[in-house]
């Protein structure tokens, strides 16, 4: 199959880049080259006769044609969005341009090239989404397909309107859409602003480790490259006009998994003192949600999905990437604003 992958030059993208690669799969990756963007991340493949690379924005619909045309894609998966919950709440302005009208324009120029095809039933629009859509949880429950939509972020409330396009584009124009839904990714390539490459770097530098609030805050966890494997089943496998949610079966709070962390770099890169000596509760982010969960039994019974990597594993092998990797994140460390930021005060 070829594959229009948006945002491959980020985290999940590029995972699923390398992965598709490896499956026998050609891949355009379509990238605007933002900020979090890092070609690095998939230079174990650039030079593969199966890949090819556009840079663009997903809000240039001129940009876009040209792709289409050039390219011929055989599906779309499309994770090129702004994905940073702190930063959304700093400035939600480049999430709605980016996550709704960018979103918006890929789903036009996709059904522009779809219809110029003759609307072949084969053809695929996969939007990869987050299980931040459904809000929050309290201590019981997961979230379902069926979960009402109730997102609390501007990132969130972004995601949530780029899915209601997707689907419309279904029900509307007959676009063949498969949406998916998943918890938060760790492993390697993790930009080093997010919760565990943050925790990991900041106990190497031995500065604090920052835990918003009580560090009560519960997250299902998912190794990427478990989730590339999903996402291909899904582009490949899934059912028009469904949604597949995905998670790792690895439910943690917050300052659990900060502990584990903790816990494995003493034994992989021992200092002076415990590295948990490090942790301090900072001011909560407002809008934060207490608890998400999900329920994967759908992938699970109809696709044959199921994650492979347990928490412990996953983050032994991406804390040991780290150690093994130093030259990746101090450069994405140096980029001009870049981890300036914890939560709102
Ligand atoms: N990281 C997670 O835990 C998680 C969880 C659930 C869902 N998701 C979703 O998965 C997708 C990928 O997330 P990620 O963590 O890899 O994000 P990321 O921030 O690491 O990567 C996003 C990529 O998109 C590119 N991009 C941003 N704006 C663009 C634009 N206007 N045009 C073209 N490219 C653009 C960036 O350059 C970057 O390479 C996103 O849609 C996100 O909402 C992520």
């Known amino acids: 199959m070829k594959l229009l992958v948006t945002g491959g030059a980020g985290f999940i993208g590029s995972a699923v880049v390398r992965l598709a690669i490896a499956q026998g799969h050609e891949v355009v990756n379509l990238d605007a080259l933002t900020y979090a963007a890092c070609l690095d991340n998939v230079a174990s493949v650039a030079d593969n006769a199966g890949?090819?690379?556009?840079?663009?924005?997903?809000?240039?619909?001129?940009?876009?044609?040209?792709?289409?045309?050039?390219?011929?894609?055989?599906?779309?998966?499309?994770?090129?969005?702004?994905?940073?919950?702190?930063r959304s709440i700093d400035g939600p302005g480049s999430f709605i341009d980016t996550n709704v009208t960018g979103?918006?324009?890929?789903?036009?120029?996709?059904?522009?090239?779809?219809?110029?095809?003759?609307?072949?039933?084969?053809?695929?629009?996969?939007?990869?989404?987050?299980?931040?859509?459904?809000?929050?949880?309290?201590?019981?429950?997961?979230?379902?397909e069926e979960t009402p939509y109730a997102p609390n972020s501007p990132y969130s409330a972004s995601k949530a309107a780029s899915d209601h396009l997707v689907r419309a584009w279904h029900e509307t124009y007959g676009l063949p859409v498969v949406l998916s839904n998943c918890s938060n990714n760790y492993g390697p390539f993790h930009f080093p602003e997010k919760l565990i490459p943050v925790v990991i770097l900041?106990?190497?530098?031995?500065?604090?480790?920052?835990?918003?609030?009580?560090?009560?805050?519960?997250?299902?966890?998912?190794?990427?490259?478990?989730?590339?494997?999903?996402?291909?089943?899904?582009?490949?496998?899934?059912?028009?006009?469904?949604?597949?949610?995905?998670?790792g079966n690895a439910e943690a709070r917050n300052i659990d998994l900060v502990h584990m962390i903790c816990t494995l770099l003493d034994d992989l890169r021992p200092a002076a003192k415990p590295y948990a000596e490090q942790i301090r509760y900072v001011t909560d982010r407002p809008?934060?949600?207490?608890?998400?969960?999900?329920?994967?039994t759908r992938i699970r019974d109809e696709l044959g999905w199921t994650p492979t990597v347990t928490l412990a594993e996953g983050l032994a092998f991406t804390i040991q990437w780290y150690l093994d990797n130093e030259a990746w994140w101090t450069a994405l460390q140096n980029r001009e604003g870049v981890g300036k930021r914890l939560g709102v005060a």
């Open 202 to 247: 900041n106990a190497l530098a031995g500065k604090d480790i920052p835990v918003y609030g009580a560090g009560l805050n519960v997250r299902d966890w998912l190794f990427v490259e478990d989730h590339a494997t999903a996402l291909l089943t899904v582009v490949t496998k899934g059912e028009v006009g469904r949604s597949y949610n995905i998670g």
């Open 103 to 144: 979103t918006y324009t890929l789903l036009e120029a996709a059904r522009a090239y779809w219809d110029g095809r003759g609307r072949p039933e084969a053809f695929r629009f996969h939007h990869i989404s987050t299980d931040e859509v459904f809000g929050t949880l309290g201590e019981t429950g997961m979230f379902t």
């Open 51 to 86: 890949y090819a690379f556009e840079e663009a924005d997903i809000r240039d619909a001129a940009a876009l044609k040209r792709v289409f045309d050039t390219h011929q894609p055989d599906a779309v998966m499309h994770l090129a969005a702004e994905s940073h919950v702190d």
């Open 287 to 296: 809008g934060h949600d207490l608890r998400y969960a999900i329920d994967a």
